[in-house]
Structures are given as C-alpha cells and as structure tokens.
C-alpha cells in the first residue's frame, strides 16, 4: 500500500532544534513537500525537494534521499510561533495530486 | 493580492441534505484543488481542476461528491444525500499554472461541515 509515517507528536524548549522525519511508501515518487498548520488555520507551504540533498529556507531545512524514500524537516532556533502541526506530502503520480502524512505536532514550551 | 476564500466557514446540515460548498482561489491561479481533512489527520485530496476541466477526480468517495469550476474561477464542491461520515473539514487550495509549480499550493481557512 501507499503511506507516508511521520512522528506524532515532538515536543522542544525555545531556542532548540527539531528533526521531524518522514518515510514514504508509494507507488510513484515525484517530490516532498512540506507544510505547516496552526490550530484552526490553513496549511501553508513551507518547502519542496524533488532531489536529493539540503534545501534551506531561513531557519528552516528540509532534506531528501530518494534512495532511503526518507525525507526530513528541520527547525532550528525553535520559537512559541513554530507549535503546530507539520506534515510531508508526497507527488506520487500526474501533477497536483499530493497525499499527506497524518501530520507531526510540534510543541515548544519556554 | 488576496488569499484563497472560502465560504461558508462553518456548516451544519441535518444527514441526507445537500450542501455546496465554495471556493474563491487567488487571482490568477488556474490549478484548484479539493481536500477534505479530519480532525489528527493530514488533507485527503479529493479533486483537481485544471481550468475549467478536472484535471484528476480520483480522489472523490462516491457519486455522492461532484464539484465544478464553470468559468475557471470560483470552485463549488457539492454534496448529495449526506451522512455523517461526510463531517470534516474541506480545504481548497490553488497554485499557478501546471507542472512543478502545482508543488507549492496554496491553502484557504477550510469549510468545517458538520452533519448531525
């Protein structure tokens, strides 16, 4: 079957550095994206890696090694503003299609 | 510009009524796309307009769901005969034109439709 496995719940004090990782199993693979959502809000795009290696954006990095069908996002100089959910997401197939991990719910308590 | 709109933002209906739900993507964006999502779990596509067309509607349950985009705009999701399963919330998103940049999709505040 097709699933994306991403921890349910990382909990980190102001200041550290969160890994969130995310294992895929799907039947095509065309990129891995990642999105975040506060309560109550709208998920909103954060990265894309459609090849292997880094992609920074600001304090946020997200990494792919599509040999692994292992990605991760990093959150670094963790602050109150970054609890919520994160979830990767996986192009499988034609464009536009994405399917969603459950979401990892990132906590930081000061 | 503006964001992606969507309305209503609450719904409540009784099981085995129809509801149409809307939604307005950001100007300029031809790519639209259907997700419901319930609650502990991530978006669960459901459609894909390219345009006016649908471009992938594997993801819809049954019959019971149609959506369309008339003039390649605003998007309405309808559902027939409803049930309370169908209780979620519904997000649309749009992004430009085709190809990679259908990769970066841009979210709207969802409808949360209960069914009682």
């Known amino acids: 079957g097709q699933s994306l496995e991403q921890p349910s719940e990382v909990t980190a004090v102001e200041g550290a550095i969160v890994q969130i990782n995310c294992t895929y199993q799907t039947s095509g693979f065309y990129g891995l994206s990642w999105y975040q959502q506060h309560d109550g809000g709208a998920p909103t795009f954060l990265s894309y890696?459609?090849?292997?290696g880094l992609e920074e954006t600001g304090r946020f990095s997200s990494f792919l090694s599509r040999s692994d069908s292992y990605g991760y996002l990093l959150l670094q100089e963790l602050q109150m503003k970054d609890s919520a959910s994160y979830f990767c997401?996986?192009?499988?197939?034609?464009?536009?299609?994405?399917?969603f991990g459950a979401g990892t719910q990132v906590v930081v308590t000061p | 510009g503006a964001g992606v709109s969507q309305t209503p933002s609450n719904k409540v209906t009784e099981k085995g009524k129809y509801v149409e739900l809307r939604c307005d993507p950001i100007s300029g964006h031809t790519a639209l796309y259907w997700y419901r999502q319930s609650l502990g779990q991530g978006p669960e596509f459901l459609i894909y307009?390219?345009?006016?067309?649908?471009?992938?509607d594997s993801g819809l349950p049954n019959d019971r769901f149609f959506a369309v985009r008339p003039e390649g705009s605003v998007s309405t999701l309808k559902i027939q005969r409803t049930e309370r399963g169908d209780s979620a919330v519904y997000l649309c998103?749009?992004?430009?034109?085709?190809?990679?940049?259908?990769?970066?999709?841009?979210f709207g505040p969802g409808t949360r439709l209960t069914v009682l």
């Open positions: 998103a749009s992004s430009k034109g085709q190809a990679r940049e259908t990769d970066t999709q841009y």
């Open positions: 997401a996986v192009r499988d197939g034609g464009w536009g299609k994405l399917q």
């Open positions: 890696n459609g090849l292997d």
């Open positions: 307009f390219q345009g006016t067309g649908a471009a992938d």
